[in-house]
């Protein structure tokens, strides 16, 4: 081994904090060092070559080693490097505001750039509790998500994050966030052999928790379209479209959370456009710059808007109760931001990442494809060791179960030992990098690069085959 790379294993031990991250499984292995990537594959320090079957974090829409991304990124930091949309606007965030408001659903026209994810969600929460006190509802403010659901890291989107072991050591949150079911029909406490009367159970247990906390403190309810913890489960039929008309009905806000789900990675621009409902706001980030540079954005209705636009774009006031346009006037301002919200180099690269999914049709690519997708993976359920395999588009998760025929999973125990002290690492070894996680049942979560095809499919499938078929010896 050369020196160099000697040097990065020791600096990377001492000094580089990583995220999510189990410092003492280094204490006598190597930090993993990637240091390229080309197209589906990326290659650490001493050369070998893995397929990247999660794109990065659901991020790397297009692959690796895209010089016009760059290239873009480059030609903006020349002109102009930096300023921020505080009070001040700059072509690029212009132009990929329009961009982003064409795509989205319905009235969804008012495009709040941040840095990520996180910021989004916070931003969305921080939204509709203003909105809800400057249109006379101030009471308004709690949020309701599903169990076992990410929606970040943040202290207020880790508060809406239903996931008890993530938060724990963070305690106290954000308080007056309520967790319902999510929509894991392979474990369905009721209905699991029926998903319509599934979908529209697991939809009026939000009508039960707005009731059970009073229809007026309620502000949102945060959903995926296909949701990320726990493996990848989508949404059953009249799902959404029962939960739109639960928010209707109690002038909830529904937020859909898209970080993961938008720009492609259900074969749509949005996933909400997929399962066919309308959000009052979109959530979303990673793909939108294909991981070229940060960025994240919160999508807001006109109606969310409206408080806040001035007098001059009041057309529709009737949403406003006069008392609140007589206290807060066109002098209303929605008091939140970031410094690398919206950053120029960012959204000139998210510009070029949509122009390039338009020239090579990359939507079209991942909706005729998709199907052999699900029946490559399919294939690994003659697998004693798989129980499910679950998802959309190119987002997939495969749950692993101690009984096919119970549905039995594993302990703890077994968890720690092959999940994630053989799966996880063999399969890196054997060439794939994917996700082991256990955020409710154990899975393995793929979502490759969106430009992925046949040949990436299959090598995904013989790679899982031979780490899942040890696996099952092990229990």
């Known amino acids: 081994m050369s020196a160099d790379y000697d040097h990065l294993q020791q600096a990377a031990k ?3 904090w990583m995220h999510f991250t189990r410092h003492a499984s280094y204490a006598q292995a190597d930090v993993p ?4 990537g080309e ?3 990326i290659y650490d320090a001493q050369g070998k070559r893995y397929l990247d079957g999660l794109a990065g974090l659901f991020v790397s829409q297009l692959g690796h080693g895209r010089t016009e991304l760059a290239e873009a990124a480059a030609e903006q930091a020349k002109q102009l490097a930096f300023h921020p949309l505080w009070s001040y606007a700059h ?3 212009i132009q990929l505001a329009e961009k982003i408001a064409g795509y989205a ?3 969804l026209n008012r495009v709040f750039f941040t840095s990520g994810g996180g910021e989004a969600v916070e931003t969305a929460w921080k939204l509709a509790k203003n909105y809800f006190k400057v249109t006379g509802k101030p009471m308004k403010h709690k949020v309701i998500s599903r169990t076992i659901a990410y929606h970040g890291t943040t202290q207020g989107a880790l508060s809406i994050t239903g996931l008890p072991l ?3 050591q963070f305690e106290p949150l954000v308080p007056s966030t309520f967790r319902v079911p999510n929509t894991n029909i392979y474990r369905a406490p009721l209905h699991g052999d029926d998903p319509e009367t599934f979908g529209r159970w697991a939809a009026d247990q ?3 928790a707005i009731e059970n906390e009073g229809p007026d403190t309620v502000a949102a309810v945060f959903l995926e379209p296909v949701q990320n913890a726990g493996g990848c489960f989508p949404p059953p039929p009249g799902y959404f479209q029962r939960v739109r008309e639960i928010c209707d009905e109690y002038d909830v806000l529904l937020v859909s959370d898209e970080v993961i789900c938008a720009f492609g990675r259900l074969g749509h621009m949005f ?5 066919g409902y309308q959000p009052d706001m979109i959530t979303c980030a990673k793909g939108i710059t294909s991981g070229y540079a940060p960025l994240g954005a919160m999508i807001a209705s006109d109606r969310l808007m409206e408080p806040f636009a001035g007098a001059a774009h009041h057309d529709h006031q009737e949403h406003i109760p006069p008392g609140a346009r007589a206290e807060h006037g066109s002098d209303a301002m929605f008091a939140h931001g970031y410094t690398f919200g919206g950053h120029p180099v960012s959204t000139a690269v998210a510009l070029k990442n949509l122009e390039i999914f338009e020239e090579e049709k990359v939507l079209e690519h991942v909706r005729s494809t998709e199907g052999a997708f699900r029946a490559t993976l399919e294939r690994l359920l003659d697998l004693p060791i798989v129980g499910d395999v679950r998802g959309d588009g190119y987002f997939y998760g495969i749950e692993l179960v101690k009984d096919k025929a119970t549905r039995e999973t594993f302990s703890d125990e077994e968890c720690e030992r092959i999940l994630f002290g053989f799966v996880s690492k063999q399969l890196f070894a054997e060439g794939l990098y994917c996700r082991a996680d256990d955020r409710g049942d154990p899975v393995i979560q793929l979502s490759p690069p969106l430009i992925c095809d046949q040949q990436h499919f299959d090598e995904m499938e013989q790679i899982l085959r031979i780490v899942l078929d040890k696996a099952h010896s092990m229990l």
């Open 105 to 107: 659903p319905g009235d």
């Open 14 to 16: 001492d000094h580089l």
């Open 206 to 208: 939000i009508a039960v």
């Open 91 to 93: 072509p690029p965030a």
């Open 271 to 275: 996933g909400s456009e997929r399962y």
């Open 39 to 41: 197209g589906a594959y």
């Open 33 to 36: 060092i990637i240091v390229r």
């Open 166 to 168: 993530l938060k724990q």
